[in-house]
């Protein structure tokens, strides 16, 4: 079995008086592509926030790469291979293309690799390429989107935290995203995503946690749970 990379155990987040996760357990493993599905507040983001440092834990503990990284801020963490891509997509609006994408090689020194992964981001985003030049607050929120994953990219992660990346999007720009988290993954990114879109997720993972009022409610293969009719009751509107 593959080494786990990111193990959440027992993680509690309260914030405003709310107790907003409650216990959430869960773990992504090298080479995998994990989804955590569930509705709006459910608590997935916060979770996301919590092992990326950006919110403070009430308890639990989060370990990456076998070592407990509670307390750590996202900096130190981007600098260990955890990257996150947030909600909202949160680009530097009044800088180009390009110098959003330098500021995600920011914990780097390698400076012919960084333009070696700059023209790679261009790649896999031919329109990032088109536009290298351009503020990234005139762009649409599909290009942001594409901006804050290469942006991601370029610190070389091991595992990349993507959070809700089709919210917002038209039917178009979801496919092209669901179609690059497919090519980052192959390229052996390890991926946990967190997405609304349920059976788009579900298409795309390994496995699935569903999560529901702050907990864990069922975890396990993602093509089976793509069939459960509760799943599907639930989350894909049938």
Known sequence: MAAT?????GLKVAYGGIQAVKGVDLEVREGELVTLIGSN??????????????????AGDI?????????????????????MVPEGRG????????????????????????????????????RLKE?????????????QQML???RALMSRPKVLLLDEPSMGLSPIMVDKIFEVVRDVYAQGVTIL????NASRALAVAN???????????????????????KVRAAYLGE
Do not use: C, H
């Open 5 to 9: 990379l990111l193990k959440v155990s």
């Open 41 to 58: 507040g459910a608590g997935k983001t916060t979770t996301m926030k919590a092992i990326t440092g950006t919110l403070g834990l009430n």
């Open 63 to 83: 370990q990456y790469l076998g070592k407990s990284i509670r307390g750590q801020g996202p900096w130190d963490l981007v600098r260990q291979g955890l990257a």
């Open 91 to 126: 680009v530097f609006a009044r800088m180009t293309i390009m110098e959003n994408l330098q500021m995600g090689a920011y914990v780097r020194s390698d400076t012919a690799a960084i333009a070696a992964d700059a023209d790679k981001v261009f790649t896999i985003f031919p």
């Open 131 to 143: 536009r290298k030049d351009q503020l990234a607050g005139t762009m649409s929120g599909g290009e």
């Open 148 to 150: 804050a994953m290469g």
């Open 193 to 196: 995503l967190v997405e609304q």
């Open 207 to 229: 496995r699935a946690y569903v999560m529901d009022s702050g907990l864990i409610t069922m975890g396990g293969d993602a093509r089976e749970m793509l069939k459960d009719p």
